[in-house]
């Protein structure tokens, strides 16, 4: 069955249906609902699979069967799909100014992301009438992303995690900034809720799906996993297809991945929640961001793992780098040409020469951390539940 769509003619008429889709948040998820409403609409999905929760807000896909690795595990057709591309179609030009106003902002790359979340707001606006009320219905209505964060969270996280955090929110203001150029009602532009609602939405029920952005209804309700059993995929024809990744054990979840499971502040920040399965975590030296670049690493290369202790060799490259800069930089210049060639033996004799003074300095980076931890903790801690309900998540951060 095809949806039938006018969607720019709705934006146009500035007079929304009834916002039926309640945003408050202690509004119940109505999940069972919206897997009935997938199944009449042509989603399949194998024998044993369902929808799982353990305290009625998070749900999850889990198995009762044994399911053997290549199965196809769930297929969600394209017309139930919304995807950026589909979305630009129905908007036609009139996202045109507000798409212009983001490639200022240096955001070229978010507006894929830009047009689900109109398109999510476009079909929030209408209420009952539109074919995605059921979806939408079941979303959650309470998000801990960066984008819902205040400015007092921000200030009890660490440096990269609050770096990142602070990053989706004014992500965010930009998306709300950007809307008022394009054609929706005011009572939708003027309502900070639904828009940090529909942006959160977008944000983490979508996939990044070779530029492209997709949300495949009852295909978006996998959880992540550092050990992940399904993998997403969507074919030429916008059809997303789910695949067991290895043999699945009845009473077993299906996972898949959202991002790097060796580096979780970006999942924190772009998600809100912490992957306690992640094996490492990045080690914090966000003074020497400037010098990570100019070796060419990633924040994912400098890695503490939890479990061992150990650090990854990348850690001492920045940290010998940041120490020559600051005592001699003719050192240092000397330190990144032998980075640049990619000479081994001699960036060995560098670290084995000036291993004290890398040393002194990741100690004095640890010993400053853990008094800034038990700051930002205390700090954290003297917050108001009602008015600061993330504290939980930040003080697990």
């Known amino acids: 069955m095809k949806f039938n769509l006018s969607l720019v003619a709705v934006c146009l008429a500035k007079s929304a249906a009834a916002f039926s889709v309640n945003l408050s948040s202690s509004a119940q998820r109505d999940v069972y609902t919206m897997a009935d409403w997938a199944a009449n609409f042509g989603v399949q999905q194998a024998e044993g699979l369902q929808l799982t929760s353990y305290d009625g807000q998070d749900y999850f896909a889990a198995t009762q069967q044994d399911i053997p690795a290549g199965t196809c595990v769930m297929y969600v057709p394209s017309d139930v799909v919304l995807s950026s591309s589909q979305a630009a179609q129905e908007f036609g030009g009139a996202l045109n100014d507000a798409e212009n106003q983001l490639s200022k902002a240096g955001l070229q790359e978010k507006i894929p992301l830009f047009r689900l979340f109109m398109k999510i707001l476009v079909e929030y606006g209408n209420g009952e009438a539109s074919p995605w009320y059921t979806w939408l219905n079941s979303l959650p209505r309470i998000y801990n992303t960066g984008a819902s964060m205040t400015y007092a969270c921000f200030d009890c996280l660490p440096p990269y995690a609050a770096w990142l955090a602070l990053s989706e929110r004014q992500n965010f203001v930009n998306f709300q900034k950007a809307a008022k150029r394009a054609p929706l009602s005011d009572e939708i532009l003027s309502n900070v809720t639904i828009l940090k609602w529909a942006y959160n939405v977008a944000l983490t029920r979508s996939i990044d799906w070779y530029g492209e952005r997709y949300i495949a209804p009852m295909g978006d309700m996998f959880n992540h996993g550092t050990e992940t059993e399904a993998e997403i995929s969507f074919d030429e024809d916008g059809n997303?297809?789910?695949?067991?990744?290895?043999?699945?054990?009845?009473?077993?979840?299906?996972?898949?991945?959202?991002?790097?499971?060796?580096?979780?502040s970006p999942l924190f920040a772009s998600y809100g929640f912490l992957d306690e399965s992640s094996?490492?975590?990045?080690?914090?030296?966000?003074?020497?961001?400037?010098?990570?670049?100019?070796?060419?690493?990633?924040?994912?290369?400098?890695?503490?793992?939890?479990?061992?202790?150990?650090?990854?060799?990348?850690?001492?490259?920045?940290?010998?780098?940041?120490?020559?800069?600051?005592?001699?930089?003719?050192?240092?210049?000397?330190?990144?040409?032998?980075?640049?060639?990619?000479?081994?033996?001699?960036?060995?004799?560098?670290?084995?020469?000036?291993?004290?003074?890398?040393?002194?300095?990741?100690?004095?980076?640890?010993?400053?951390?853990?008094?800034?931890?038990?700051?930002?903790?205390?700090?954290?801690?003297?917050?108001?539940?009602?008015?600061?309900?993330?504290?939980?998540?930040?003080?697990?951060?």
């Open 240 to 264: 997303c297809l789910v695949y067991a990744t290895t043999d699945v054990y009845a009473g077993s979840p299906l996972r898949v991945s959202y991002g790097d499971p060796t580096n979780p």
């Open 279 to 397: 094996p490492a975590t990045f080690c914090k030296v966000m003074h020497m961001k400037d010098e990570m670049e100019e070796l060419g690493y990633t924040f994912s290369d400098l890695l503490f793992y939890k479990d061992t202790g150990d650090i990854t060799p990348q850690v001492f490259d920045v940290a010998l780098y940041y120490v020559l800069k600051k005592s001699d930089p003719s050192l240092a210049d000397g330190f990144y040409r032998t980075m640049m060639s990619g000479d081994e033996a001699a960036k060995s004799q560098y670290h084995e020469q000036y291993w004290q003074y890398t040393k002194e300095e990741l100690q004095k980076h640890v010993d400053g951390t853990l008094l800034d931890l038990d700051k930002w903790s205390e700090k954290a801690k003297g917050y108001d539940l009602n008015t600061h309900p993330r504290v939980p998540l930040i003080l697990e951060q």
